[in-house]
């Protein structure tokens, strides 16, 4: 059974929220604060940790980038606030996936289980180009005898990226790949973020990049150029 850390203070939403999550057939730990959430989640074995945002003793950024230093674990964020400046910056804190308040149960359902299928899903191990080396099962990226961290979700786009090589992917083509049939719940802004983040991991100069390459008006092209790449066009 899958185990879940729901890190949440409203305590009739915890309730409501475990429950629902225990009738999918997942294990469920509540915590109300940061403290008291980085303790369970030290006792191991998540597949997966919702955090809420606003908690009495600190905020689920802090807790969510504590636990990235130590955890590639999937990461889902229950915001009370769409404001673009929130997203992003949880984002930048490394997760994986967020939820507006107020949503409907079934649809956090679906981004836990999209979320789940992600990280958990099989593929192909090893993939190279450009000097980076992916191990996708490990969710590793590695380049010049060091690693690049990456969130599961970086780790999949990149996936998707450098299996294609030099090949134009277009937005909606890479939101689907990335969410499969969960694609309806992000929007195409929430990708720039990524690529955006991504670039600042792995290229040289982000603001003009030489692997991840826009492809105007369409979407990105991974630039391999041993296969004989190109150049970038203007974002
Ligand atoms: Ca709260």
Do not use: H
Request: aromatic share 6%; with cysteine.
């Amino acid at each position: 059974m899958e185990k879940i850390l729901l890190v949440e203070d409203d305590s009739a939403l915890a309730v409501g929220l475990k429950f629902s999550m225990e009738k999918e057939g997942y294990s469920v730990i509540c915590a109300g604060g940061v403290k008291e959430g980085l303790r369970q989640f030290e006792t191991g074995g998540f597949a997966l940790v919702v955090l809420d945002i606003g908690l009495p003793d600190g905020s689920g950024f802090d807790l969510c980038r504590i636990i990235r230093e130590q955890s590639a674990v999937p990461i889902l964020f229950l915001t009370a606030c769409d404001e673009e400046i929130n997203v992003v910056m949880g984002l930048d804190m490394g997760a994986d996936e967020y939820i507006t308040k107020p949503f409907r149960l079934r649809e956090l359902m679906s981004r836990i289980k999209a979320l789940l299928r992600r990280s958990g899903g099989k593929r192909e191990d090893r993939l190279e180009s450009n000097g980076y080396q992916l191990r996708a099962e490990e969710c590793r990226l590695l380049f010049d005898g060091g690693e690049i961290p990456l969130t599961p979700v970086e780790c999949r786009l990149v996936y998707i990226l450098i299996s294609n090589p030099n090949r134009i992917l277009t937005r909606t083509q890479l939101l689907q790949k990335l969410w499969d049939s969960a694609g309806d719940f992000v929007d195409a802004n929430t990708l720039t973020v990524y690529i955006r983040r991504l670039r600042e991991k792995i290229e040289q100069n982000p603001s003009s990049p030489k692997i991840i390459l826009t492809v105007r008006g369409v979407g990105y092209r991974w630039n391999d150029v041993a296969q004989g790449g190109g150049e970038n066009e203007q974002d």
